[in-house]
């Protein structure tokens, strides 16, 4: 064994994996997970905890898979991460937790992030269960949205002894976890709807099919309902677009709705009743990981998939572990590229997409090289279908119906980082509804800290 | 779950159901549409709503079968249960945001056409309620075809009916209806206009001529209904809106209806072969033809 080097995980076959939906990664057994686990040092002042949004004890939890007692492990993860095995799988680790360990100075880091997976999959094979409150508080807490930053708040609510109801406005609790990610990172029933029964465990009532602003608002939730305190974990929002010709279509989707028919409603597999395009040549317009997942998904679909991007490779927004899977599957990338028309047939249906080469000048306030068109170096892919991955802006749903609920400039809710406190007494907010479009763990973390703040708050009621 | 309290078939495959969903009906207003899943696999279905008792806590929803999500549906019977019913969604009627002593002053014309007449009826309801009397067209193909004449008739000022076929009421399309009425010397401030997407837009076509503001109830495609897909975008005037969350209702002179037509037939061939799929069952194998 070479200590400098991580255990390999074991992965399906790219070109097996391009037209199954089964999981892509297939994760440590536990000689793997051990073995893996003996290269952790075990630093007294350990970096990675640092890199952790949501502060797992990750030498101690390490410590304890090494020695092979991997309840201990879970029970150590547990105290920090509703959802173990959502993270193991999707969390951007090498910026993380591995971007901080020691062992990545000399060498490869520590594989944490499967080493975490593997912990949580062996607790939910073998029906272990996180542990809940030992007395209840008696005060009701709303938490509305059920993806990673909702379901992080009410576990942690629910493990101090609060009375939690999740509103969903979805038919299916997860968010972003199960209309958003797809299935082959992130298996549907095995991972996501696990996590949730263990967040159900500790006493949380989910009710779906309720938007909040629509259905009920904030206040009369907090004035009708008699919650004490509300978190909004509303999310992302409303999909961008370019506002370029030919954006309206037939056969131009937001990276949104392509997933959410796919991965939400199971398009994919053919027995469904919701309908998605099967295109023959696809382009995906961005370069973040929706847009990989995008990607990838329309591959397994049965397309040829060319995502194109107006900045290079190496600002690719998307995790280096998904641009190097989806490259692996035969994911074609026009890099330095950017769509200027949607080119329609007769009927409405998109036939090519018209794009102008691009070279990098000087850096922008995001500090990334912008992208600057070449004059006159148009030219045509021929596709059958464009989808849009290109972010999305707040959506107003809940802002526009809550009094004194303040927003910011780009229409975000403001919310004070340390505790999630927004302008408005008893309601705490975090996630992509706070931040705009973000990640799964940086969602977790605003809603583990919104529950520090929420509990705060209750005390003070008392 | 959401239980059916009772269905009924209003005429060849439309047909009305009243549905227990308490946060809908608190909470809902004219102008509003629900989304619904049959059962656990089902799509999600947007469907506009006909009726709503806040008392009962109970929504009318009237729908048309025009594919297999529909049809499954149709033959759901009070006892049974909807998977998911959520709503309301999309805004209410402009009008309800209006200060009544000027909307008293407003002589409005309602024009449905066919199943349209569903939505088009809570709006004259709740103006009715209000003490404004609105006038309303409603157009059907022919006489069988015609829906909720008896409650329309409760609520509206006048009811003006014309089929197609001439078959009952007036005779021809619902523009020649509001020709010969505003020929008659009536005057409208404002037309609402609800019913297929090609009715709309010779309505809104005709009332500019006529000098008539207009606004139109679009349903296009859509999946969540809370402004998170973009798949019901629609232009109107220079701008992409939503649906979902900007609509159903737009300024009807400024929608582009040929748009919005060829983005309905989207996903017409999937849905058409699923509808016969679930109609002939294993004889269906595609290659007959009829399924574009």
Not at chain 1, 6 to 35: H, I, W
Not at chain 1, 188 to 204: D, P, R, W, Y
Not at chain 2, 96 to 114: D, R, T
Not at chain 2, 245 to 267: C, I, S, W
Request: aromatic share 6%.
């Amino acid at each position: 064994m070479d200590v400098l080097k991580k255990v390999p995980v074991r992965e399906q076959d790219p070109k097996v994996r391009a037209t199954n939906f089964e999981e892509v990664c297939l994760g440590y057994n536990s000689e793997e997970a051990m073995e893996e686990a003996s290269r952790c040092i075990n630093c007294k002042n350990a970096q990675c905890m640092k890199g952790c949004p949501v502060a797992i004890n990750i030498p101690g939890f390490i410590e304890q898979v090494k020695n092979g007692d991997f309840n201990k492990a879970y029970e150590i993860i547990s105290e920090s991460s509703a959802l173990p095995a959502v993270c193991g799988r999707v969390c951007p680790q090498e910026s993380q937790c591995e971007g901080k360990c020691i062992r990545g100075i000399k060498g490869e880091p520590i594989s944490i992030g499967k080493l975490e997976r593997f912990v949580a999959d062996y607790a939910s094979e073998h029906g272990v269960k996180p542990a809940g409150a030992k007395e209840k508080k008696g005060q009701k807490v709303a938490v509305i949205g059920s993806g990673p930053a909702g379901l992080t708040c009410a576990g942690d609510l629910a493990k101090m002894g609060y009375d939690v109801t999740i509103f969903e406005a979805l038919h299916q609790a997860g968010g972003v976890l199960v209309y958003g990610i797809p299935e082959f990172r992130l298996p549907k029933e095995k991972v996501v709807a696990k996590e949730i029964e263990n967040v159900k465990s500790l006493g949380v009532k989910i009710e779906t099919n309720v938007v909040v602003g629509k259905s009920v608002t904030v206040d009369e939730l907090l004035t009708d309902e008699g919650f004490d305190a509300v978190f909004i974990g509303s999310g992302a929002g409303l999909p961008k677009f370019m506002g370029i010709p030919g954006e309206n279509a037939n056969g131009v989707f937001s990276a949104n709705e392509y997933l959410t028919r796919s991965n939400l409603m199971k398009a994919f597999d053919e027995n469904s009743t919701t309908p998605i395009m099967h295109a023959k040549k696809v382009a995906v317009v961005g370069g973040g990981n929706v847009a990989m997942d995008a990607a990838r998904t329309a591959l397994r679909l049965g397309a040829e998939v060319h995502v194109v991007y107006r900045r290079s490779e190496e600002e690719l927004p998307a995790r280096v572990e998904e641009v190097h899977h989806a490259k692996e599957e035969g994911i074609i990338f026009n890099l330095l590229t950017n769509p200027v028309e949607i080119l329609t047939d007769e009927n409405g249906w998109v036939k090519g997409i018209k794009c102008i080469r691009m070279e990098l000048g000087e850096p922008d306030e995001s500090g990334r090289r912008s992208p600057v068109e070449i004059p006159g170096s148009e030219f045509e892919i021929e596709v059958d279908a464009v989808i849009m991955a290109l972010g999305t802006s707040p959506n107003p749903l809940i802002s526009s119906t809550t009094k004194g609920l303040e927003v910011n400039k780009r229409k975000c809710i403001v919310a004070e980082e340390e505790f999630g406190k927004t302008s408005k007494t008893g309601v705490y907010a975090g996630g992509d509804a706070v931040t705009g479009a973000a990640t799964v763990i940086l969602a977790m973390g605003a809603g583990k800290n919104a529950a520090k703040g929420i509990d705060e708050y209750l005390r003070g009621l008392r | 779950m959401y239980q059916i309290l009772k269905a009924e078939e209003l005429t060849t495959n439309i047909f009305l159901m009243v549905v227990k969903a308490p946060r809908v009906a608190k909470s809902c207003l004219p102008g509003q549409f629900v989304i619904v899943r049959t059962k656990e696999d089902s799509e999600r279905i947007p469907l506009t709503i006909c009726d709503y008792d806040r008392q009962e806590g109970t929504i009318t929803i009237v729908f048309q079968i025009v594919g297999a999500g529909t049809m499954f549906m149709s033959s759901l019977k009070a006892g049974d249960s909807f998977a998911d019913f959520v709503g309301p969604l999309g805004c209410p009627s402009e009008f309800c945001n209006e200060p009544l002593s000027e909307l008293k002053k407003k002589s409005i014309l309602f024009v449905a056409g066919g199943v349209g007449t569903a939505p088009v009826y809570p709006q004259v309801k709740w103006l009715k309620e209000q003490g404004v009397l609105a006038d309303v067209i409603v157009g059907a193909k022919t006489k069988d075809l015609l829906i909720l004449e008896k409650e329309m008739e409760a609520e509206a000022g006048n009811l003006y009916i014309t089929t197609d076929d001439g078959s009952y009421g007036r005779s021809g399309m619902v523009t020649k209806t509001i020709e010969d009425l505003v020929n008659e010397g009536k005057h409208y401030d404002v037309c609402v206009a609800i019913g297929p997407m090609i009715m709309m837009k010779f309505v809104c076509k005709l009332t500019k001529e006529l000098g008539i503001p207009t606004v139109v109830s679009l349903n296009p495609i859509m999946v969540d209904g809370t402004g998170m897909c973009g798949a019901c975008r629609v232009t109107v005037g220079d701008k992409v809106k939503f649906a979902c969350v900007d609509g159903p209702e737009f300024d009807g002179h400024l929608v582009n209806f040929d748009e919005a037509m060829k983005r309905q037939t989207l996903y017409k061939t999937a849905e058409g072969r699923a509808f016969l799929a679930a109609k002939e069952g294993d004889t269906h194998h595609g290659g007959c033809g009829n399924c574009n």
